[in-house]
C-alpha cells in the first residue's frame, strides 16, 4: 500500500467514524425529544361518564326491567318508582342479560342469576348486583354508575 492509498484510506475510516457518531447522536435526539414531549403529555383516561341520562320515566313501562348494556345498567320500574342496577356481575365483572322469560338477569360467563331486584338467586356470584343511584332532574331520569345506594332504595316518580 503506497502513502495516497494508506492517506484515502485514513480519510474513509474517519468519515466513516464521524457519520456512525453524527447517526447515533441523531437516534438518541430523536429518542429524548419523543420521550420528553410524552412527559409534558397530559396522562389522561378518556372513560364516558359515569352520570348520564336515561330518558323520561314514562318513557318506562310499569313492572318493567330496561337494560343498557352499552352503559351496562338496568332501570327498573315498579309500581313504587324506580331504581337503577348495574349491569355487571358481582362475580368476574361479566355484563349480565335480562332473560324476559325466564323473569331473570343472567350471566353468560359461570351462570350466576339474580332476580329483577338484583338479589343474588344463583353463584358462583358472591353478591346481589349494585343498585346505583337514579334521580330526576328536569323531568329526566339520571343514573350515576359510580354511587351505589342501598338495596331498598327507590325513586318515587
Ligand atoms: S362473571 Fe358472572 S358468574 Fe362469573
Redesign the pocket.
Known amino acids: 500500500m503506497d502513502d495516497r492509498e494508506k492517506e484515502q484510506s485514513g480519510c474513509d475510516r474517519r468519515r466513516f467514524f464521524w457519520t456512525s457518531g453524527l447517526g447515533a447522536l441523531g437516534v438518541t435526539g430523536t429518542g429524548g425529544a419523543v420521550v420528553l414531549v410524552d412527559f409534558f403529555h397530559p396522562k389522561v383516561l378518556f372513560e364516558p361518564p359515569t352520570a348520564f341520562r336515561v330518558g323520561r320515566p314514562e318513557d318506562f313501562p310499569v313492572n318493567s326491567i330496561t337494560a343498557d348494556y352499552d352503559r351496562k345498567v338496568y332501570i327498573v320500574r315498579t309500581e313504587v318508582g324506580f331504581f337503577a342496577l348495574s349491569a355487571v ?6 355484563i ?1 342479560r335480562w332473560l324476559e322469560d325466564e323473569g331473570t338477569i343472567a ?6 342469576k339474580f332476580g329483577k331486584d338484583g338479589s343474588l338467586a344463583q ?3 358472591p353478591r346481589p348486583l349494585r343498585r346505583i343511584a337514579i334521580r330526576l332532574e328536569e323531568g329526566e331520569l339520571i343514573v350515576d354508575t359510580l354511587v351505589e345506594v342501598e338495596k331498598d332504595s327507590i325513586l318515587r316518580a
Not at 107 to 112: E, I
Open positions: 356481575c358481582t362475580h368476574l365483572g361479566c349480565t350471566c353468560p360467563c359461570h351462570g350466576s353463584g358462583p356470584a
